[in-house]
């Protein structure tokens, strides 16, 4: 995933991969306005060229944007045309430069204040917790909590700066190995700003929001705490804690507390239940989830230990009694810290050469995918080969290509090969979806046994000539035709009697080829345009059917008057 608007729940909305996506209806009308048209090639933004379309929200379009020179980014258009959209959209952009990429989408640029306003930002390598369990099952329970700290420590940061997010779940925290960072800054709401959105109205899905939400409060931090709850209990169970849906069974299910904790590990089952008890006032505040989840994680706390080295004196007064004799030592280690400065620089460099992750680059070199991708691109099936992504990595044995986000290999493989999405949208015969990528394969198979019949009645034409043609009268091939000779009055010319059989045969033989020739354009229809395109060798045997068959009528006739 990108950094994106995933906030699926707010309006009508297009979604890649696991995500809704209609391209046939490409407006959508919400409260007070109207969505602007999503196109498959975006066009430009400021120095971005825009291709291909990774997600889209109630508000905003993500595309993958590149400049002239630089690394791919991810560029988001204002999309939605209506009061407080322009303030809200700017906002985020705001909200985004203040983060400074801690835990968010880092920004890059942006022009607030164009036509159509846009911004661009950190194209996040990685796949979305909720895609993750749901092609792997339960995360480890390390990588639970890594992942969950990650975001409670953006949260809180977000908190700081005066923000909640109001749509903390699996679906809005891209993972990247055992680091989280979470995306969807667009509905966080700061204390003392206007809200964009009408009162009382539901951010987010049900299943996901804190009792408090449903009853029409505003969202508070608690709200944010109540949200990590649920994702340490779905990431590490597998399951959603409150049945799907926004009917008024999860409403209930939500509001009395009866979440499904079974599969949640013990040692993180108290946090949970803690951070999603019913009343904000009964959880935790996101300092105290931060601290639980450094100590169920000791190894995460390491890179904060720099941080709080000038702050602390207790390592000095620890270090002081043990450490005295070699106190003249330490002017010896500064010769030392110049070899960490050569590690530090040395640790980068592995990682550009090191390309993408193990697992996206076992599907750039899966031939077998490659080669269906192709025919899907080259027959306008962009949205389709999302599908065909998911379904090449539910056949896969290893975890880290399960894990991946369908999307997000697409997009790669598509930029890797210089695709854009509606590229050969014209040769597409079916809508964009899995079952239409189904129905052309099946045409496309049609017209391959067609061709391949059409090709063998030519050929059995060709052998019918030939052997018609050198066996003499009493050829089988011509057996059927001597009635002929028995009804038609003998003909005679320059002593030789015309041979009846044979021009039987011939004519038998033409037909044949007129109908192979009538079947060929049939296959040729069905198949279309575009790959995959096998060898044709039914055109090929029709002429050569046709050559013969002419070739031994000629030959016929100069035997009749030689």
């Known amino acids: 995933m990108s950094a994106g608007d995933t906030a699926e729940d707010h309006v009508p909305t297009v979604h890649v991969g696991d995500r809704r996506v209609d391209r046939d209806a490409p407006t959508a009308r919400v409260a007070t306005g109207i969505a602007t048209p999503l196109e498959a090639d975006g066009g430009t933004a400021g120095p971005y060229h825009l291709k291909t379309l990774i997600g889209s929200g109630g508000f905003g379009a993500v595309y993958v944007g590149r400049a002239p020179s630089g690394p791919p980014v991810a560029v988001k258009l204002l999309t939605y045309v209506g009061d407080g959209a322009r303030e809200r959209f700017a ?7 203040r983060l400074g990429g801690a835990g968010f989408p880092r920004y890059l ?23 993750a369990v749901r092609h792997v099952g339960p995360l480890s329970e390390e990588t639970v909590v890594t992942a969950a700290l990650d975001a409670a420590r953006s949260l809180r940061r977000l908190h700081e700066l005066g923000y909640v997010h109001r749509d903390v779940k699996p679906a809005n925290a891209v993972l990247a190995g055992r680091r989280a960072t979470l995306i969807d800054v667009g509905i966080a709401k700061g204390e003392h700003v206007h809200d964009l959105t009408s009162t009382g109205e539901m951010i987010g899905s049900v299943a996901w929001a804190a009792p408090e939400r449903l ?65 904000p006032e009964d959880r935790p505040p996101m300092r105290e989830v931060v601290a639980e989840l450094e100590r169920l994680a000791p190894g995460a706390v390491i890179p904060k230990a720099p941080r709080r080295t000038p702050e602390a004196p207790s390592p000095t007064r620890v270090a002081a009694p043990a450490v005295p004799p070699p106190s003249p030592e330490p002017p010896t280690p500064p010769a030392p810290p110049a070899p960490p400065a050569p590690q530090t620089v040395a640790v980068p460099q592995p990682t550009p050469p090191a390309g993408p992750p193990d697992g996206l680059q076992r599907m750039f070199d899966n031939r077998r995918l490659a080669l269906t991708l192709k025919a899907a691109h080259e027959r306008g099936y962009d949205a389709a080969a999302v599908h ?69 009645i030519a050929l059995i034409a060709f052998i019918a000539v030939v052997v018609g043609s050198i066996s003499g009268q009493d050829a089988s ?75 031994a009528g000629v030959l016929a006739v100069l035997g009749v008057l030689a």
């Open 477 to 551: 091939v011509r057996a059927p035709f001597e009635w002929l000779r028995r009804v038609l009055p003998v003909v005679e010319i320059a002593g030789r009697s015309i041979a009846w059989d044979m021009i039987g045969l011939l004519l038998v033989v033409v037909a044949a080829l007129y109908g192979a020739v009538r079947v060929s354009r049939t296959a040729q229809r069905d198949r279309g345009v575009g790959a995959p395109q096998a060898i044709r060798f039914a055109p090929g045997l029709i002429a050569v059917g046709y050559a013969v068959a002419a070739a």
């Open 91 to 97: 906002r985020e952009a705001e909200l985004l430069h």
């Open 388 to 456: 065909l992504v998911a379904r090449a990595q539910r056949h896969s044995h290893r975890k880290a290509v399960r894990a991946l986000d369908p999307a997000r290999v697409k997009a790669s493989i598509w930029r890797r090969n210089g695709w854009w999405d509606g590229q050969y949208a014209a040769r597409r015969r079916f809508p964009d979806t899995e079952h239409g990528w189904a129905q052309e394969r099946g045409k496309v198979h049609r017209g391959w046994w067609l061709d391949k019949a059409a090709g063998i």
């Open 215 to 279: 009853a029409g409060d505003r969202g508070t931090a608690a709200s944010d705490v109540y949200g990590i709850g649920l994702l340490i209990a779905f990431a590490s169970s597998g399951t959603m804690p409150f049945p799907r849906g926004d009917d008024a069974g999860t409403m209930s299910a939500v509001a009395e507390g009866r979440s499904d904790l079974r599969g949640v590990p013990a040692a993180l089952l108290p946090l949970v239940r803690r951070t999603t008890a019913v009343a």
């Open 109 to 131: 640029d942006g022009d607030l204040r164009a036509t159509r306003p846009w911004f661009a930002m950190e194209l996040l390598e990685g796949v979305t917790i909720a895609d």
